[in-house]
C-alpha cells in the first residue's frame, strides 16, 4: 500500500491529523493497536482550550462538542476554607469547554470513516523503517497478515509507549523528565454537578479537583499515594476524603453520587527532543507528557498537529521544505510553556511530603496573590486558555 503520510496512533492527535490533512487534500493512513471499540471507550477527561475548541468547529467536527460540552467561562481556586473564582472570559476574552477525550475521538472516527479514509485498528507488530531515505515505510500485521505501507512521511502519534519516539536514535535524542511523587484517585459518579465550574482545590491533606462530565455523571480526583490501591478506599471513604477537602466553609458543599468507576494514575512531566528525524515526526504523548493539573495534554496534540499540517501543507502544495524542518523548533515553543504553567500549577496546589511549614505558607501566600491580583490571575488565565502558549509558538 502507498499513502503519502503514514500515521501511527489513533488518539487525538492522530485523528485529527488525517483529518485536517484530508481538508488540505492530502492523503493519509491511521494505523492503531488498539480496536476502534476501545479508543472511543477508554475514558480519559478533556479541557478544551478556545484554540482546541475554534479548530474542531472551523474544521467541521465540532458540533456534539458544542451541543454536549460544558462551556466555562471560569474555574475556582479553593484554599483555606474559600473558593475564589478566575474569571477566565473578563480576564482574557475567551473561555474553555470540558468535553471528554474520547469523544473527541468519537467525532474525528466518524468525520474520518464518513470520508472514506483509512483507518487501521487492531495492528500489531509494528515498525518503522527508512526515516533518512525519501521513501519511508511502516511495516505491521493485520488480521493475520504482514502489511508494508510505503509512505513520504512517517508521523508517530503514538503516545508515550509507542515505536515512534524510540525509532529517532538515542543519541540524537535528549529527553527531560520529572516523575511526581504523588498521584491522582479518580472517580465517575452519577449525580448532578457541585459545581457550574471546575474547582481547584489545595488542602492540608492534599489537592482535588472537582470536575463535570455531564448533567447526570461527574469527574472527581484527589491527590493520593501513586503506589496505593483502589481497593483500599470504600466509597464512604472517598467521599470523606472529598469532603474534607473541597468542601468550604461558608457551608459550599459537594454532592455525593454513586460511585461507578476508580482508578489511580501516576503523574510525571516529559519533553522528549528532538520531535523530528528524517522523514519521520512526533506528535502529542509520543513526544511530551504534563501532569493534568494544567489542563494541557489533549490540547498540546492538537497544537502539534495544526503545525505539522501546515508544514505538510507548504511542503506539498509550495514545495516548501522549511516548515517542516523548524517544526521542532516550532513546536517547542508551546511545549516548554505548558510544562511550565502544568510544574507551576502542581507544586502550587499538591501537598509536598516534607516541606516545611514555611514552604506550606509559600504555597498559600502564591494563591492568595495569584486570587487578589488581577495582574497575577491574568497570567493564570492567560495560560489556562492558552493564550500564552499561542503567543510563544507564533514567535518561533
Request: charged share 25%.
Amino acid at each position: 500500500m502507498r499513502t503519502q503520510v503514514g500515521i501511527i496512533g489513533a488518539g487525538p492527535a492522530g485523528l485529527l491529523l488525517s483529518h485536517l490533512l484530508h481538508l488540505r487534500g492530502i492523503e493519509s493512513v491511521v494505523l492503531e493497536t488498539r480496536t476502534r471499540d476501545q479508543i472511543e471507550s477508554t475514558i480519559r477527561a478533556g479541557v478544551l482550550e478556545q484554540g482546541t475548541m475554534d479548530l474542531l468547529s472551523e474544521t467541521g467536527v465540532g458540533e456534539r462538542m458544542k451541543a454536549e460540552g460544558a462551556l466555562h467561562h471560569g474555574f475556582e481556586l479553593a484554599f483555606e476554607g474559600k473558593r475564589h473564582r478566575i474569571d477566565l472570559s473578563d480576564l482574557t476574552g475567551h473561555a474553555i469547554t470540558v468535553y471528554a477525550q474520547h469523544e473527541v475521538i468519537k467525532d474525528l472516527v466518524a468525520a474520518r470513516a464518513a470520508a472514506g479514509a483509512e483507518l487501521r485498528f487492531g495492528v500489531s507488530d509494528t515498525s518503522i523503517h527508512g526515516i533518512d531515505t525519501d521513501t519511508p515505510s511502516i511495516r505491521y500485521r493485520h488480521e493475520g497478515e504482514q502489511h508494508e505501507l510505503q509512505c513520504d512521511f512517517v508521523i508517530g502519534c503514538d503516545g508515550s509507549q509507542g515505536v515512534s519516539r524510540a525509532a529517532i536514535p538515542q543519541a540524537l535524542r535528549r529527553d527531560f523528565e520529572r516523575v511526581y511523587p504523588f498521584g491522582w484517585f479518580g472517580i465517575l459518579c452519577e449525580g448532578p454537578p457541585s459545581s457550574d465550574e471546575l474547582i481547584y482545590a489545595r488542602h492540608e491533606r492534599g489537592f482535588a479537583l472537582i470536575s463535570t462530565r455531564s448533567h447526570n455523571v461527574q469527574r472527581m480526583y484527589f491527590q493520593c499515594d501513586p503506589k496505593d490501591s483502589v481497593d483500599n478506599w470504600s466509597d464512604d471513604r472517598i467521599w470523606a476524603e472529598l469532603h474534607a477537602r473541597a468542601d468550604s466553609h461558608d457551608g459550599q458543599k459537594i454532592i455525593d453520587g454513586k460511585i461507578f468507576q476508580k482508578n489511580i494514575v501516576g503523574m510525571r512531566s516529559f519533553v522528549s527532543t528532538t520531535m523530528q528525524h528524517g522523514r519521520l515526526f512526533l506528535a502529542g504523548d509520543a513526544a511530551h507528557i504534563v501532569p493534568p493539573t494544567g489542563a494541557k495534554g489533549m490540547n498540546l496534540a492538537v497544537a502539534d498537529v495544526k503545525v505539522l499540517s501546515q508544514a505538510l501543507d507548504a511542503f506539498y502544495k509550495e514545495s516548501r521544505a522549511d516548515l517542516l524542518d523548524r517544526y521542532s523548533e516550532t513546536a517547542l515553543k508551546r511545549i516548554w510553556r505548558a510544562e511550565h504553567f502544568s510544574y507551576w500549577m502542581t507544586s502550587m496546589l499538591h501537598r509536598i511530603d516534607g516541606a516545611s511549614p514555611f514552604e506550606q505558607q509559600l504555597q498559600i501566600a502564591e494563591l492568595e496573590y495569584v486570587t487578589s491580583s488581577r495582574t497575577a490571575a491574568t497570567v493564570l488565565a492567560e495560560n489556562y486558555v492558552g493564550i500564552a502558549g499561542a503567543q510563544m509558538q507564533s514567535r518561533s
